[in-house]
């Protein structure tokens, strides 16, 4: 059973950066796809960024492209997603999640397909 666990949420003003992690225990994240969802209050879950088993092939929402960037260092069963010229719109708690696969090619970003997911980490951006 994959265990996710995420950090470096916390507060920062309109324009800083953050960079999240999500570390993997029970099990190596060298086969499994990972993505970033987030979910701010009274809003639904909404997908941030997800980035397949090698690091090849990424996905961002349009809302987040151009100042997020999602990576993975598999030695280190880790993910990242950093994120720069932050705005109040991105404050909400972010969530690591993967699925199962070994695509080339293909990054799901529907929630429903992820199997594993963290408790999420709070990240308020400040105007």
């Known amino acids: 059973q994959v265990q996710l666990v995420e950090s470096g949420g916390g507060l920062v003003q309109a324009g800083g950066s953050l960079r999240l992690s999500c570390a993997a225990s029970?099990?190596?994240?060298?086969?499994?796809?990972m993505g970033w969802f987030r979910q701010a209050p009274g809003k639904e879950r909404e997908f941030v960024a997800a980035i397949n088993w090698s690091g090849g092939t990424t996905s961002y929402a349009n809302s987040v492209k151009g100042r997020f960037t999602i990576s993975r260092d598999n030695a280190k069963n880790t993910v990242y997603l950093q994120g720069n010229s932050l705005k109040p719109e991105d404050t909400a708690v972010y969530y690591c999640?993967?699925?199962?696969?070994?695509?080339?090619?293909?990054?799901?970003?529907?929630?429903?397909?992820?199997?594993?997911w963290g408790q999420g980490t709070q990240v308020i951006v400040s105007s």
């Open positions: 999640a993967g699925y199962s696969s070994l695509s080339r090619s293909v990054v799901l970003t529907t929630p429903p397909v992820y199997q594993y």
């Open positions: 029970g099990g190596t994240l060298s086969s499994y796809t």
